[in-house]
């Protein structure tokens, strides 16, 4: 899964905000922490994937609202994500038996 293909909601309704610009920057860091090739993971990786996978609302830059703000179906977004990373370990876990 390409995390790109997710970015382009805000060009699409016009200029993006700085605080657009800045959600976009960090859903973009944390995709590329998730879904990078397995060398370049990030040491953040559990707290990225502990932010993907909240539903709590309450922080202004919590997941769902980033996505609320960017245009995007947070809901779907998790649901590939994570349908991506359990394809990556399954190929993982499958080489190494």
Do not use: H, K, P
């Not at 657009?20 to 973009?28: G, H, I, K, S, V």
């Not at 922490?33 to 990786?45: F, H, Q």
């Not at 922080?59 to 947070?74: S, Y």
Request: hydrophobic share 40%.
């Amino acid at each position: 899964m390409r995390f790109t293909s997710y970015m382009g909601a805000e060009r699409r309704s016009g200029q993006a905000t700085g605080e657009q610009r800045l959600m976009r920057a960090m859903l973009e860091d944390c995709l590329r922490s998730l879904l990078g090739r397995a060398s370049e993971r990030s040491v953040w990786l559990e707290r990225d994937l502990a932010w993907i996978t909240s539903e709590d609302r309450t922080d202004l830059f919590a997941f769902e609202n980033v996505c609320d703000a960017l245009g995007i179906d947070a809901g779907y977004l998790r649901a590939r994500v994570l349908a991506a990373l359990a394809a990556t370990n399954s190929e993982r876990d499958s080489r190494g038996a």
